[in-house]
């Protein structure tokens, strides 16, 4: 069977001693799954063996259980990692873009001004806390 054609110098490199792994005369040969200590492959050890292991943050209960809704998830892991797609950001790869919030006009689109700081954001805000009698804050770290 043909190798597809390689898309770097590297490929090139790689595809020309795929070739020399050939199982010598009178040998089986086998696969292995280097990370799993029975040699077979496992999702959930595959998963471990490949993310680096970190302390659980203190909010992740209130994100990761089994009734929530993953674009919810999604949503608000981005915010947490300061990713989500904001006018500011947007503004780095588009310069024409202007970083002007969209619900309020006033101020730069952060995610700081978008969850907390926006006027429009804050009356959600204050209703959802009035609602679940919690308490309000306007700031992302306090």
Request: hydrophobic share 35%; glycine share 4%.
């Amino acid at each position: 069977m043909a190798s597809p054609p390689a898309r770097s110098p590297q490929l090139v490199q790689i595809q020309m001693h795929l070739f020399d792994f050939y199982p010598k005369e009178g040998e089986e040969d086998s696969v292995g799954w280097l990370p799993s200590s029975s040699g077979s492959f496992r999702t959930g050890q595959t998963w471990h063996w490949l993310r680096s292991e970190q302390d659980r943050k203190i909010w992740y209960k209130l994100f990761w259980f089994s009734q929530a809704i993953p674009k919810h998830n999604f949503i608000s892991w981005l915010a947490i990692l300061n990713r989500l797609s904001t006018r500011t950001r947007q503004r780095k790869w588009t310069p024409a873009i202007l970083d002007t919030c969209i619900l309020c006009n006033n101020n730069s689109e952060t995610n700081e001004h978008l969850l907390f700081k926006c006027s429009y954001a804050g009356r959600v805000w204050q209703q959802l806390s009035n609602m679940l009698a919690i308490p309000f804050t306007d700031s992302w770290s306090g």
